[in-house]
């Protein structure tokens, strides 16, 4: 069965450091994946999504980046992290060829830029 | 915004109630889903509906989609305090290719 695995579960970072939370799927082959935010009692904000390796599209400007090293690894990343920044991060997969159908979701990262 | 919105954004009913939520978008879809989240959790898939169906089922839950209105509601039949959590809807817009995520409805299911 497929699983997927974030982390960390918590990460309070101070302002103007870096940022990497990892994201891998297992037990299916070169999934869709998602990095998703939410703010404290709001919707889900579709950051980056990845139909392959090394293929990467942004939906939304910002001071994050996110890449795909392999096929089953998503990573989000931050140079300098904002005050901005803090939030509930989601990585989700679909299987190939459903972008737009299931997401099965990681249990999140709450992040704290303080 | 491309977004669904949820109404009510909280509901509070008692075990053994029906809680019915609504969601309303604003573009043409392919299909709306709906999911739910446990506080402080990732999200669960609960049910797809295409555009070209009306109404389906799972267990407890039934969901309809009145494409005409853009509109859809989950209706959760006999609830159960393990029900309590947050529900959002999301869509499928047409050409795009990603989901579009509501900003949910709370819950809360007292025992």
């Known amino acids: 069965s497929q699983t997927i695995h974030q982390w960390p579960a918590t990460l309070v970072q101070p302002v103007g450091s870096p940022l990497s939370l990892e994201c891998t799927v297992e037990?299916?082959?070169?999934?869709?994946l998602y990095w998703y935010r939410q703010a404290a009692g709001r919707g889900l904000q579709l950051l980056f999504y990845?139909?392959?390796?090394?293929?990467i599209s942004s939906e939304v400007p910002q001071n994050l980046s996110a890449s795909r090293p392999q096929d089953r690894q998503f990573i989000l990343s931050s140079k300098k992290l904002l005050l901005s920044d803090s939030g509930f991060y989601l990585c989700?997969?679909?299987?190939?060829?459903?972008?737009?159908?299931?997401?099965?979701f990681g249990s999140g990262t709450q992040l704290s830029v303080l | 915004s491309q977004q669904g919105e949820e109404d009510p954004q909280a509901l509070s009913i008692q075990e053994g109630e029906n809680a019915t939520m609504n969601c309303s978008y604003k573009?043409?879809?392919?299909?709306l889903q709906w999911y739910r989240q446990n506080s402080g959790r990732g999200l669960v898939h609960l049910i797809l509906?295409?555009?070209?169906?009306r109404e389906k089922h799972s267990g407890r839950l039934r969901v309809t989609l009145d494409t005409s209105k853009k509109s859809s509601s989950l209706l959760i039949t006999a609830s159960r305090a393990a029900d309590t959590a947050s529900y959002f809807c999301?869509?499928?817009?047409?050409?795009?290719?990603?989901?579009?995520f509501g900003t949910g409805t709370r819950l809360t299911v007292i025992p």
């Open positions: 989700a997969w679909s299987p190939q060829g459903f972008v737009k159908e299931k997401l099965f």
């Open positions: 037990g299916t082959s070169n999934p869709n």
């Open positions: 990845s139909v392959g390796i090394g293929q």
């Open positions: 573009t043409s879809i392919n299909n």
């Open positions: 509906i295409r555009s070209n169906e």
């Open positions: 999301a869509t499928a817009k047409t050409g795009a290719n990603n989901l579009f």
